[in-house]
């Protein structure tokens, strides 16, 4: 018996040991932290506040139909470096934070997590664009920003004329399909949707990176902000929001089909790939659904641009 609890008591210290190197890793690495990158070139910065009591960090580019450009987590617009200026050549390219994320609003999160809804992240994205002119836009979101895109379209199906989802299949099917190998597959939707602090410390973790690897710019700039213990808790915010309230959202709604062409690209022998019928699954939720396999990985944006880029203008003239 004691035996057990001194192994117990080891294993305990040994996890503590373990999170205190990663959380002063995180420190040391928000210490040493960049000043903010400028505008993509050609692009000007601007801070838009909502209808939602928050500000939104976009910058705005280009010329031509309007284009929405939403990124993951934990990333910021930064992830669309390789592709937003060349889409600017044909049109007017927004490339915004979510709310939570970069230099955008972090909020403190409601008890029902409900100001970190799809809902309200999408309403701040349709308000961005309202405050540049635009009523009607072109929208690409790629991770949690194809999940917001997702909800903008169900709920403002008049302001999206095309829509692009990177390396997502719907959050209502994720969580009402759950298996195993989705688990080991994606393990942070479950540790970050915890109750703060674990799912803060879960956060330290997932942001800290390969040990002895050193960060890349891009890797510099989204921990700026996203690594801050303000930005930690608006991405757990995020999951937990996709694991409760969007899900109620998602279920009032599940007959309701994507009005708009739908463009679907995922990582080819990426988890996507592996686990789902990906066409197949958005084919069920739209109207009019494309898509293929893509190189590039999950952030295929920036392992792959040009070959997304393709795609997009492909999609994006017809």
């Not at 500000?55 to 930064?78: E, F, N, W």
């Not at 895109?149 to 997502?168: C, G, K, N, Q, S």
């Not at 996507?272 to 190189?295: F, H, Q, S």
């Amino acid at each position: 018996m004691t035996d057990s609890i001194d192994r117990r008591a080891l294993l305990r210290n040994a996890s503590l040991l373990v999170t205190g190197a990663v959380l002063a890793k995180a420190a040391a690495a928000q210490e040493a932290a960049p000043a903010p990158l400028p505008p993509f070139p050609g692009f000007t910065q601007h801070d838009i506040p909502t209808s939602g009591g928050v500000t939104i960090r976009a910058v705005k580019g280009g010329s031509g139909p309007p284009l929405l450009l939403l990124h993951g987590a934990p990333q910021t617009h930064y992830t669309w470096r390789d592709v937003a200026p060349r889409l600017a050549e044909e049109f007017t390219v927004v490339a915004a934070d979510l709310r939570g994320y970069g230099d955008s609003s972090q909020p403190q999160g409601l008890p029902d997590h409900s100001n970190y809804s799809k809902r309200a992240m999408a309403q701040d994205q349709i308000d961005v664009m309202h405050s540049f002119g635009f009523d009607r836009f072109a929208l690409v979101g790629q991770d949690r920003g194809g999940r917001v895109a997702h909800r903008m379209v169900l709920d403002h199906p008049d302001a999206v004329t095309r829509v692009v989802f990177i390396d997502i299949v719907p959050t209502y099917y994720l969580y009402t399909h759950v298996t195993l190998a989705f688990v080991q597959a994606y393990p942070h939707w479950f540790n970050l949707l915890q109750p703060s602090p674990a799912g803060e410390n879960a956060a330290v973790a997932l942001q800290a990176g390969p040990a002895n690897a050193a960060p890349s710019p891009a890797t510099l700039e989204y921990r700026r902000r996203n690594a801050t213990p303000e930005g930690r808790h608006a991405m757990c915010e995020d999951y937990r929001a996709a694991a409760s309230i969007d899900l109620e959202h998602d279920a009032a709604q599940i007959d309701r089909r994507i009005r708009c062409p739908v463009h679907v690209l995922w990582a080819q022998d990426g988890a996507m790939d592996r686990l789902y019928d990906v066409l197949a699954i958005w084919r069920e939720r739209g109207r009019n659904v494309t898509g293929k396999g893509m190189p590039g990985g999950h952030n295929m944006q920036e392992g792959a641009p040009d070959e997304v880029l393709a795609e997009l203008r492909a999609f994006l003239r017809a």
